[in-house]
């Protein structure tokens, strides 16, 4: 069992920065792939970024690409997501996933684990 605890969502103002945290416990971090999705209002969760199992390499959705980054500290069994540049439309609730034995996770229907989710709240 995995258990993920995220932080750090809040309120900003458009063009400010937020970080989000997300905590991981139960399984060697090094065999998790591990994600960032976010869920608008009456919308499926969909994929923001993600890093791969191994190897450290991160992908993006389009909508962020260049405006926020997906990195970990191995440690601290911790994901961030920085999040820069924010926009009125990346007001969502935010949630940390992960799957087993994978290389990535990009669909939120695949993973294995969720986080209780964080909002993050952009005023304009």
Excluded: H
Aim: aromatic letters at 12%; hydrophobic letters at 40%; one cysteine or more.
């Amino acid at each position: 069992q995995v258990q993920l605890v995220e932080s750090g969502g809040g309120l900003v103002q458009a063009g400010g920065s937020l970080r989000l945290s997300c905590a991981a416990s139960g399984r060697t971090f090094g065999s998790l792939a591990m994600a960032w999705f976010r869920q608008f209002p009456g919308k499926e969760r969909e994929f923001v970024a993600a890093l791969r199992g191994t190897g450290g390499n991160t992908y993006y959705a389009e909508s962020v690409k260049g405006r926020f980054t997906i990195s970990k500290d191995n440690a601290k069994n911790t994901i961030y997501l920085q999040m820069n540049t924010l926009k009125p439309e990346d007001t969502a609730v935010y949630y940390c996933a992960a799957k087993v034995a994978v290389l990535y996770l990009m669909r939120p229907d695949l993973a294995d684990y969720w986080g209780q989710g964080t909002q993050v709240t952009v005023s304009s």
